[in-house]
């Protein structure tokens, strides 16, 4: 499998601010996902990050709130806008290179908002 | 919807015990399941199923797929504190990725 690079590995931020977390891979990749788990509970999805196009999101989630870039098959963003305490979460990247490997994560970042 | 259930969602075992974790899915055009373990952040990958029957093993870990009955097991020999994590189970939703996870077994392993 390949490596995911992803930063900050953790952050503690203000309410009203936002938050950009990237993710570098280590080879070309097709489909990248940015998933999200609450304390205690499993990873949710919150888009599929398309190369060229607008990301596709899962439902409760809304291009607003978590915008994503994808400018290339290598590299994806995920901010976090407008930021409250219960965006409190750990974030996760997950990419895969074809339908039948298994998908792989980044190291995840560990958001806190005060 | 797709779903994957897990049970249980915790368990406490002493070193040396052998456990088993359960996963079962009602996904359309099933393709694969797939069991990662979780110690802090990311997920760790550890089997992928496509196939029934066919045993999957690396080291003290194994696991199996039953396609008719829709579900898994993973099992854990002469555990050790170091097998201490979240069990994650998931399989791929009805298109391709992305992953539809259940919610996980927290297994602790005291000395």
């Known amino acids: 499998s390949a490596v995911i690079s992803q930063k900050p590995s953790r952050d503690i931020c203000q309410r009203g601010t936002s938050l950009t977390i990237q993710c570098q891979v280590d080879?070309?990749?097709?489909?990248m996902f940015w998933y999200r788990q609450q304390p205690g509970q499993s990873l949710t999805l919150i888009a599929t990050?398309?190369?060229?196009?607008?990301?596709?999101?899962e439902s409760g989630f809304v291009i607003d709130k978590f915008p994503i870039s994808r400018p290339n098959l290598t590299f994806s963003t995920l901010t976090v806008s407008n930021m409250s305490p219960e965006d409190s979460s750990i974030y996760l990247c997950?990419?895969?290179?074809?339908?039948?490997?298994?998908?792989?994560f980044g190291q995840g970042t560990r958001l806190t908002v005060v | 919807e797709d779903k994957v259930v897990q049970s249980p969602l915790s368990l406490v075992v002493h070193e040396g015990d052998t456990v088993t974790l359960n996963c079962s899915y009602e996904?359309?055009?099933?393709?694969?399941l797939l069991w990662y373990k979780q110690e802090k952040k990311a997920p760790t990958f550890l089997f992928m199923l496509?196939?029934?029957?066919i045993e999957k093993k690396s080291g003290r870990l194994s696991s199996i797929l039953d396609k008719k009955e829709l579900f898994s097991i993973l099992n854990i020999t002469a555990t050790q504190t170091g097998d201490s994590a979240v069990y994650l189970c998931a399989a791929p939703n009805s298109g391709n990725t992305p992953l539809v996870f259940g919610k996980g077994t927290r297994l602790s392993v005291i000395a």
């Open positions: 496509t196939s029934s029957g």
């Open positions: 996904v359309t055009n099933f393709r694969s």
């Open positions: 997950s990419a895969d290179r074809t339908m039948n490997t298994e998908a792989f």
């Open positions: 080879s070309q990749v097709t489909m």
């Open positions: 990050a398309n190369q060229g196009s607008e990301a596709t999101y």
